[in-house]
């Protein structure tokens, strides 16, 4: 059993094994969550043969600890938040909403420069496998799937190399399938998992779609 990763580039290998069914779905559509998930995604969208695609999302971090996540929104101003955390901490809704238009400033900016003007791809009716590198408390991928729900596609799939095991699980009840690699205890951060967890630049992100797009044979 695998207990690293290599890289982003091993785990979308890997995780493209545990999909291998769902290639030759005709609406098949890998949509990564940038940056870090379209390393991942690109690996899986060249093996099964999908067009690859970007959803982006942004978490809302804890002013003050921006590793900790009190939620996330989507970008269609979806928000997602961790109602626990932010009745324990007793956060007014003005530094949420603060925070939140900063990240929604973030967001629409990496829209703007990965699509280069291409228009967002159309759900309805498709297969979509949301890939990402990773997940700890799960808030993104939330706001992802609830950004994806509203295009009305046929069946959502959450594909992840490692997560926390209870975040897994709480997935499972708002994805039709949830496939991980690893949840591996203590999780404590998706870093820790990964031999190279680099971070993913503007750059990279643009040159990976830029060459999904390009016909195989080229």
Known sequence: MVRRLADRKEAGRLLAGRLA????????????????????????????????????VRKLGLPGHQELAMGAIGPGGERVLDEGLVRTLGLPADVIDETARREQRELIRREALYRSGRP????RGRHVILVDDGLATGSTM?????????????????????????????LRGEADEVVCLLTPEPFVAVGLWYDDFTPTSDQKVMSLLDRARRPRSA
């Open 21 to 56: 069914e769902h290639a030759g779905d005709p609406g098949l559509l890998v949509l990564a969550l940038p940056r870090g998930g379209v390393e991942v995604g690109y690996e899986i969208a060249a093996r099964l043969g999908a067009p690859l695609d970007i959803l982006t």
């Open 120 to 123: 967002a791809p159309d759900l």
């Open 142 to 170: 939330r706001a992802a799937l609830k950004s994806a729900r509203a295009g009305d596609p046929r069946r959502l799939v959450v594909a992840v190399p490692l997560a926390a095991a209870e975040t897994v699980e709480s």
